[in-house]
């Protein structure tokens, strides 16, 4: 059974930082590609940052986000990681991983919440 434990959310002041942490287990972690996702309030859900498998040679991230956010892995511990610095108001949002393909079934996420 697959589980993805998303968690290191919490609240911060604008232009803070927040390192959240996503624990995978039930899956060969090292062959895929993961990704982390945020949805905003009345938003759909979107991908903002991704990672390809293995050593993880290959990030992308949504323009909103660049230069700011920067995705990690661990393959010896099942977990992938989204540095986020910089924090803006706009970033708040429930966070999750998933594949980029979302085909796992969605943890429960972890708050954002970026505000003064």
């Known amino acids: 059974q697959v589980q993805l434990v998303e968690s290191g959310g919490g609240l911060v002041q604008p232009g803070g930082s927040l390192r959240l942490s996503c624990a995978a287990s039930?899956?060969?972690?090292?062959?895929?590609?993961m990704g982390w996702y945020r949805q905003a309030p009345g938003k759909q859900r979107e991908l903002v940052a991704s990672?390809?498998?293995?050593?993880?040679?290959?990030?992308n991230y949504v323009d909103s986000v660049k230069g700011r956010f920067t995705i990690s892995r661990d393959n010896a511990k099942s977990t992938v990681y989204l540095q986020m610095n910089s924090l803006k108001p706009e970033d708040t949002a429930v966070y999750y991983c998933?594949?980029?393909?979302?085909?796992?079934?969605w943890g429960q996420g972890t708050q954002v919440t970026v505000s003064s």
């Open positions: 998933n594949t980029p393909w979302a085909l796992f079934s």
């Open positions: 039930g899956i060969i972690f090292s062959v895929n590609a």
């Open positions: 990672i390809t498998s293995g050593s993880g040679g290959i990030r």
